[in-house]
């Protein structure tokens, strides 16, 4: 495979197993999408007519576009919700927004040397970024992924996001509740992907912490005593170059990693609002008892008006009586 060598993946000791690779006009892909099973999905041409979208060309047409820029002591972007910080928690994040136009942007990843905080670029597409670069957008090959749209039955594209990522950055394993068309313009992104069937492996932080969705095992320095399950995690591996693009299933867990000495990578992600389920069918598919456990939560913390209370109340209601 052209473009990138094993040297530039990060060593985790996680067993992997490979992702399925199908041309986008494959009669198979269809089955992968409707299936909610990840694929990577070659010559779609989704993003093609914007691989110029370089840092020279957007400093050109967006220079002066403030950005929703991520800055963090170290490597990993693990991303947070504010709205989750309550007055009496101690929260202290690593990683942080900071936002900033965009030449400044380009300027500091330019120029970064060991030692500098990183930054992580991840700002909405929307009429805000000038003309040019919508001009661009709407040359995405919008008619390949719409019909992907109508055959898996999602709902509306929630959002495009442009991220811009120095070598070497990472955003940490998390699920989100959308379903994802990844699309990348420049460089190399690893992913390691985890069915929600993990979900008892990666030990995701409590709905209501900031953290929700994200999991709470450090992949650089797992904690085996805190989570023992993790070593039982197999992980699925695919690197996504230029002009490739990954369904990520909603409710998969992803690890995100820009390949170390591969330069800033550019990349677009789609995301879809799931659609709605027609009819509940039995045995539950594993997405749908995350989303049943992420409901359980909440109406602990609405109807014990603490969500400090769920633990224990979890507990009392689970020890000796269901364990
Ligand atoms: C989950 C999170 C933090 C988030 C919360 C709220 C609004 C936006 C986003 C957002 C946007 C992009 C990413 C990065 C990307 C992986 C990568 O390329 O690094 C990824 O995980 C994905 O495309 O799903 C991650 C996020
Ligand atoms: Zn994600």
């Given at each position: 495979m052209a473009g990138w060598n094993e040297n530039q993946l990060r060593k985790y000791n996680i067993k992997l197993e490979k992702i399925p690779t199908l041309q986008y006009d494959d009669p198979k892909l269809d089955s992968h999408l409707t299936n909610n099973?990840?694929?990577?999905i070659k010559g779609s041409k989704l993003v093609s007519r914007v691989l110029k979208w370089d840092l020279d060309y957007l400093k050109q047409h967006m220079s002066s576009v403030c950005c929703n820029v991520i800055v963090s002591k170290n490597h990993k972007f693990k991303y947070y919700d504010p709205k989750k910080i309550t007055p009496n928690m101690t929260f202290k994040p690593i990683s942080r927004p900071s936002p900033m136009i965009?030449?400044?942007?380009?300027?500091k990843?330019?120029?970064w040397k060991k030692g500098d905080s990183r930054l992580y670029l991840q700002q909405v597409l929307n009429n805000t970024i000038g003309q040019h670069v919508v001009r661009d957008f709407v040359?995405?090959?919008w008619d390949w992924i719409m019909s992907k749209q109508k055959i898996c039955k999602w709902g509306p594209l929630s959002s495009n996001l442009i991220l811009i990522a120095q070598e070497g950055n990472v955003t940490p394993c998390h699920y989100d509740e959308q379903q994802n068309m990844f699309a990348s313009i420049r460089g190399y992104k690893r992913f390691i992907l985890f069915p929600p069937s993990q979900f008892e492996c990666l030990y995701p932080h409590p709905v209501h912490h900031p953290y929700d969705r994200q999991s709470q095992v450090d992949f650089d320095n797992p904690d085996f005593t805190k989570f023992p399950k993790f070593k039982e995690a197999c992980g699925y591996e695919v690197i996504v170059g230029p002009e490739d693009?990954?369904?990520?299933?909603?409710?998969?867990?992803?690890?995100?990693?820009?390949?170390?000495?591969g330069g800033y990578t550019v990349s677009i992600n789609f995301w879809f609002k799931a659609g709605s389920v027609e009819k509940i069918e039995y045995p539950l598919l594993d997405y749908q008892r995350m989303v049943i456990m992420r409901n359980v939560e909440k109406m602990l913390a609405e109807a014990l008006h603490d969500p400090s209370e769920v633990g224990n109340m979890l507990k009392t209601i689970f020890l000796g009586r269901y364990s």
């Open positions: 099973y990840p694929v990577l965009f030449s400044e942007f380009a300027d990843i330019t120029n040359m995405f090959n693009v990954l369904y990520i299933p909603m409710y998969w867990f992803h690890h995100v990693e820009s390949l170390k000495h």
